[in-house]
Every structure is written in C-alpha cells, then in structure tokens.
C-alpha cells in the first residue's frame, strides 16, 4: 500500500511539472526537494500528457483505447508487447519515465481492480512479482516504484483500462534525465530494452 501511494504521488507531480513553464518546474522541484521528495521530470513525456492523456476522460470505449487497438494488431514486437499471459499481458512503457518502465495491463477492458475476475487481479500480482525480478536480473536498477492510478486526478494517462507500472530507478535519475533526456534517445533504449527483457518473458510461466 505504501509503495502504491508513494508511486500515485510520484507520477501526478511530475504529470504537473512537464504541463507546467521552466519557471514554475524550478519552484516545485524546490518545494518537493523542501518535503523530501525528488521528481522524475521527464520532458519527452510531453507529447504523450498533452496530446492523448491528455483528452483520456476514462469514457473511452474498447474500439478508442489504444491498450486495446494495439493488442489487436497482433503485432507485439512493434509495441514493445513482451507476453500475453492469461488474463494480463506486459508491455514497455512507449512513454516511460525511465528506462525498462513496464505496464502490466488486464486483457479485458476494464476500469478497476473490482472490475478484474480473483483470478486475473492474482495474476496481475503474481506479474508484478515476475516482472520486478527480471527487471532486477537485467537492468539491476538501485530501486523500483510499482503502483496503479486509478482516474484522472490521480494521475492516470489511460484511466479507462487498468494498469501497474514498474518503473526502475537508478540513484541520480532525477537529476540526469532533464539534461539528457530526448525522445530520440528514449525511443532506441525502447528497442534495447526490449530486446535485453524480451527472452526472460519469453521463458516465464505462471
Ligand atoms: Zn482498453
């Protein structure tokens, strides 16, 4: 529970400081510096907040979720898909806050936790699980938040169709990622990353 809180926290600050001009960036940073609290600011993220999670109101129908358009295609590779397990599959974040940040997204389209079936909320868990220990063995990140929005206000991009993020962390990446980070260079750590995860998924069972 208190990972999921701080992570809540985490993803609805940093949605604020990329909507937000480099003046008021800089005087958040210093009152979440102030509380203790450091940000991920990810500027590549801006086309995403501003464009479709941005007009994601969690009305939106199968046939308008891109969750759903994108499994229909049937082609993994070109989303970054790393498994389809029963009731879940795993993708990498197209718009990650960080290297190897992975969703864990129900099959169906449903909104809430109570909306999933026992088995497919067990599943979700039991992934998190998997999916944080691979993401260790490979990427071996200092740290990980793992957590779910539920709504718009609460930070949520696609708040019709559920999903956990595992976002890794590595010491300094508050800091490293406003110099350095561009799409161009997120969009090839997408394409590595995806192939450095994509064998252990492709051996996992559960
Ligand atoms: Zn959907």
Known sequence: ???????????????????????????ENKIHEEHGMKKLFAPWRTKYTNGEAHKNDGTEKRDECSFCTQLDEQDDE?????????????MLNRYPYNAGHLLIISLEHKK??????????????????????????????AAMNIGINLGKIAGAGMPAHLHMHILPRWLGDTNFLPVFGQTKVISIDLTT?????????????I
């Open 193 to 205: 990353v995806y192939k450095q995860l994509k064998p252990s998924f492709d051996a996992l069972e």
């Open 1 to 27: 529970m208190k990972k999921i809180i701080i992570f809540t926290l985490l993803i609805g600050s940093a949605t604020t400081l990329i909507n937000s001009n480099d003046k008021q960036q800089i005087i």
């Open 112 to 141: 809430n936790l109570y909306d999933l079936s026992p088995e497919a909320r067990q599943e979700l868990i039991e992934l998190s699980s998997h999916c944080t220990k691979i993401v260790q063995d490979i990427l071996k990140p």
């Open 78 to 90: 070109k989303y970054f898909i790393l498994k389809r397990f029963k009731y879940n599959f795993v």
